[in-house]
T-cell receptor, first 117, second 114 residues
Framework: SQQGEEDPQALSIQEGENATMNCSYK?????LQWYRQNSGRGLVHLIL?????REKHSGRLRVTLDTSKKSSSLLITASRAADTASYFC?????????????????FGKGTKLSVKP | KAGVTQTPRYLIKTRGQQVTLSCSPI?????VSWYQQTPGQGLQFLFE???????NKGNFPGRFSGRQFSNSRSEMNVSTLELGDSALYLC?????????????FGAGTRLSVL
C-alpha cells in the first residue's frame, strides 16, 4: 500500500529557480529517503533523513522532516535542466515499538519536475 | 563497482504466458528487493530476499514469485500473465535493509503483455 503522498504531482519551473516538493506519510518511520527517476529508468538515491533528524543538506538539496506532522519536504536550489525527473519519497517503516525495519521501502507516487532552460 | 544489472531490458509476452526476470545485485549486497511500477499504482513492493530467504512480501497474488541464489542473484517469475501485469519491474539491492535500507536500483525490465 502507498504510504507517501507527494505534492504537487507535477511542477514546472525555470532554470535557476528553487523547487520544493512535499511528502506525507502515515506510520512511524526509521528514516525517510528521497529518490530521483529519469524517464522510465531506475531510481537513484538522493538523501536519507533519520526520524530523529529535522533537517539535512546535500549539495543543492535540503530535506526537512516533521515527524509530528508525518511530513517531509525536498528543496532543490538553483535548479538546472538536468534536474528534470520524477522525485519520490520513500519511508522505511518502523517495525513495532523498539525500532527495526519492516525491510522494504514504501514509495509515494512522485512529483514530476520539469526545469525549463 | 558494477551497479545492479537487470535482464532483459524489454519483454513482450501474451496473456497466459509466464516470464522470468533476472537481477544481479551490487557485489557484497545480500538483500534484493523487487518492485512493480505502473502509471496508475506507482511503485509497489513485491518481495525482498536476503541470504536466499524471502524475508518480506508485498500484497501481490501467488502468480508472482521469486528466488535468490547463493551468489545473491535473484529471479522473479510471473505465471499466467494478465494485461495488468504490464509494467516496469525494478530490482534493488541493499547491503542490509534492516540497518539503513538505502536501495540501489537497476534500470528495470519493461514488460508488455499483449
Amino acid at each position: 500500500s502507498q504510504q507517501g503522498e507527494e505534492d504537487p504531482q507535477a511542477l514546472s519551473i525555470q532554470e535557476g529557480e528553487n523547487a520544493t516538493m512535499n511528502c506525507s506519510y502515515k506510520t512511524s518511520i526509521n528514516n525517510l529517503q528521497w529518490y530521483r527517476q529519469n524517464s522510465g529508468r531506475g531510481l537513484v538515491h538522493l538523501i536519507l533523513i533519520r526520524s530523529n533528524e529535522r533537517e539535512k543538506h546535500s549539495g543543492r538539496l535540503r530535506v526537512t522532516l516533521d515527524t509530528s506532522k508525518k511530513s517531509s519536504s525536498l528543496l532543490i536550489t538553483a535548479s538546472r535542466a538536468a534536474d528534470t525527473a520524477s522525485y519520490f519519497c520513500a519511508t522505511d517503516a518502523r517495525l513495532g515499538n523498539y525500532g527495526g525495519s519492516q525491510g522494504n521501502l514504501i514509495f509515494g507516487k512522485g512529483t514530476k519536475l520539469s526545469v525549463k532552460p | 563497482k558494477a551497479g545492479v544489472t537487470q535482464t532483459p531490458r524489454y519483454l513482450i509476452k501474451t496473456r497466459g504466458q509466464q516470464v522470468t526476470l533476472s537481477c544481479s545485485p551490487i557485489s557484497g549486497h545480500r538483500s534484493v528487493s523487487w518492485y512493480q511500477q505502473t502509471p496508475g499504482q506507482g511503485l509497489q513492493f513485491l518481495f525482498e530476499y536476503f541470504s536466499e530467504t524471502q524475508r518480506n512480501k508485498g500484497n501481490f497474488p501467488g502468480r508472482f514469485s521469486g528466488r535468490q541464489f547463493s551468489n545473491s542473484r535473484s529471479e522473479m517469475n510471473v505465471s499466467t500473465l494478465e494485461l495488468g501485469d504490464s509494467a516496469l519491474y525494478l530490482c534493488a539491492s541493499s547491503r542490509d535493509t534492516l540497518a539503513k535500507n538505502i536501495q540501489y536500483f537497476g534500470a528495470g525490465t519493461r514488460l508488455s503483455v499483449l
